[in-house]
């Protein structure tokens, strides 16, 4: 095994080779000379800003020496947190991850660095620094997983909002992991945990969970609700925890995420109830303006999704006006474009209606469908991503029954591609279902490359699960 050098060696080494001094090199490299006399001759390290100033003064890149830096002054020797935390936080600036893994890895081992390094990773979340940020949350969590500790279900908390991506597969077992620690976390804090739990259990159609997240959340949401007014009766302080929403709306949020599990259930008369509850919101105390952009968002909703409900239990009397009421609105955003023409679609499908017209009106917004714009809500980041797969399944599903195959294949393709990369399961066995009913239809080019498609899955799912033993 190659021995490597220590950094004094190195810094000795390029001393004799350039023929200088020590007082020299103190003078070029801006380190006081009783500094590294100190660090030379009785081992006393140097800080971690004066290392990197010796890095520079060698014509060396940033961080050459934090391995070494690591391993003798911070993993071989007791750890002292002022010196530990300027490295973390310089291995975060230059991105050197498996740094701060043995950094953690060593000083966990003491749990009254657990605090600390907790600290730590609030800072560096609220950065956006999310990688380095886990890799403390998750040496805490493991540090502390025998402690019932708000602060572990923090960390449990900050790693699952982190980790939720495009895999649905994935996403499952992260809400998995984390669903239990929720009752930890502080009242408040349990508001905003639920709610993005309810969005990733709504991506993933998982529609009983969904449900009961969406009920819980309520629940707790009235308690807090009425607990905030009955301080302010008494003049006392507002809890110092803050919510990415006004209180009221884990409410009436709850009641939307009802509405829409009756919806898929065909319990339609359920779903206007719980429609009907977001509706009336005259008992909201509060009158300041974000409260208001919100109440008026719900009441938004509820119109549309009293007509949407009515649209796909079979009254396409309500078309008409709820195309109108879609295109009147003058603060529709992407996103409320793709729910909206996605329940035009489904009606469509579902009672044989010629929708041409409209989506001829809605031609931009559907060529504008391609990209969602990046967001860190987790409805936008979750749940949007497969509408938009459903949408294009649903306008593939209208086009190639009208034997507009052209357009019919274009969208079908599109749909497929996305549910692959976002793992949807149920829509990539949609698609391929619709297209196998289609291929007579098809071109060549289609029919390979949805061959493709289907190659590319199967070879995903090899890599997942690794190769089968042909030894047998």
């Avoid at 961080?63 to 993993?75: K, L, T, V």
């Avoid at 992991?177 to 998982?206: H, M």
């Avoid at 949408?391 to 274009?410: I, N, R, V």
């Amino acid at each position: 095994m190659e021995h490597t050098p220590t950094i004094l060696a190195e810094l000795e080494d390029y001393l004799q080779q350039n023929g200088l001094t020590l007082a020299q090199f103190a003078e070029h490299s801006g380190v006081h000379q009783r500094t590294l006399n100190n660090w030379i001759l009785k081992h006393r390290p140097v800080a971690i800003h004066q290392l990197d100033r010796i890095t520079l003064a060698m014509g060396l890149p940033e961080g050459y020496f934090y391995d070494r830096y690591i391993e003798h002054y911070i993993i071989e020797r007791s750890p002292d947190w002022r010196r530990i935390e300027p490295v973390l936080f310089r291995c975060v600036e230059l991105d050197k991850l498996e740094a701060i893994k043995r950094i953690v890895g060593h000083i966990m081992d003491n749990l009254l660095y657990s605090p600390k390094l907790f600290d730590a990773a609030e800072t560096l979340f609220a950065q956006g620094r999310h990688a380095a940020a886990v890799i403390l949350y998750e040496g805490v969590a493991e540090a502390e997983k025998y402690q019932h500790s708000e602060r572990l279900a923090i960390c449990q908390y900050r790693i699952f909002t982190t980790q939720v991506g495009d895999n649905q597969s994935r996403n499952l077992k992260v809400a998995n992991r984390f669903e239990p620690f929720v009752e930890r976390l502080d009242e408040i804090e349990q508001l905003d945990a639920l709610k993005d739990l309810a969005n990733i259990y709504r991506s993933l159609q998982e529609w009983d969970m969904l449900y009961e997240t969406a009920r819980k959340m309520r629940a707790k949401a009235e308690i807090q609700y009425s607990i905030k007014h009955q301080q302010k009766k008494r003049n006392r302080e507002e809890p110092a925890k803050k919510l990415s929403r006004p209180m009221f709306v884990y409410i009436t949020y709850a009641d939307l995420l009802c509405a829409r599990v009756c919806d898929v259930q065909g319990n339609y008369d359920q779903a206007l109830l719980f429609t009907f509850n977001y509706a009336n919101l005259d008992w909201v105390v509060e009158t300041d303006e974000d409260t208001q952009h919100w109440v008026s968002l719900f009441k938004h909703w509820a119109q549309a999704n009293t007509m949407v409900n009515k649209l796909l239990s079979g009254d396409i009397s309500v078309l008409h006006d709820y195309v109108e009421y879609i295109s009147a609105s003058a603060d529709t955003t992407e996103e409320d474009r793709i729910v909206q023409l996605l329940n035009i679609m489904l009606a469509a499908n579902r009672f044989h209606v010629d929708v041409d017209d409209v989506l001829s009106r809605f031609e931009l917004d559907i060529n504008s469908f391609a990209q969602l714009p990046a967001s860190a809500d987790m409805y936008t980041q979750q749940v949007l991503p497969h509408y938009l797969v459903h949408f294009g399944y649903e306008l593939a599903y209208y086009y190639l029954y009208k034997g507009m195959y052209s357009d019919g294949f274009k969208h079908l393709k599109s749909a497929t591609l996305k549910a692959i990369i976002l793992n949807n399961e149920t829509y990539f066995i949609n698609c391929l279902g619709l297209f196998e009913h289609f291929k007579a239809y098809a071109m060549d080019k289609t029919k390979l490359e949805f061959s493709k498609f289907i190659e590319k899955v199967w070879l995903n799912n090899v890599k997942k699960n690794g190769a089968a033993d042909r030894r047998g």
